[in-house]
């Protein structure tokens, strides 16, 4: 079964920047959407941002001019720079893909802003 992995998460002080990564274990077809998700402590999972095959992106409000995803379709990989860290930006952090074959999600990446 593919699994997404994801890389990149860890402590980092407030102001400061992280670089997520997230690919497939194995080959997938036909991704249509990928997308960054997050879960802070005792709250819901929540959009942060997702890009289309075409490279149409949706940012949520709280993360925008700060975070940018990308996707390097040629290794169906999808990144999330985050800079400009705020302690309300910990979570864990969850990749998804929407592809021909369904849903795939990551196991999860802790993201930590703290001095």
């Known amino acids: 079964q593919v699994q997404l992995v994801e890389s990149g998460g860890g402590l980092v002080q407030p102001g400061g920047s992280l670089r997520l990564s997230c690919a497939p274990s194995a080959s997938i077809s036909r991704i249509y959407g990928m997308g960054w998700y997050r879960q802070p402590p005792g709250k819901e999972r929540e959009l942060v941002a997702a890009i289309n095959s075409a490279g149409g992106t949706n940012v949520a409000d709280s993360v925008k001019g700060r975070f940018t995803i990308s996707r390097d379709n040629a290794k169906n990989t999808v990144y999330l720079q985050m800079n400009s860290l705020k302690p309300e930006d910990t979570a864990v952090y969850y990749c998804?893909?929407?592809?021909?074959?369904?849903?795939?999600w990551g196991q999860g990446t802790q993201v930590t802003v703290s001095s």
């Open positions: 998804n893909f929407v592809g021909r074959g369904g849903d795939y």
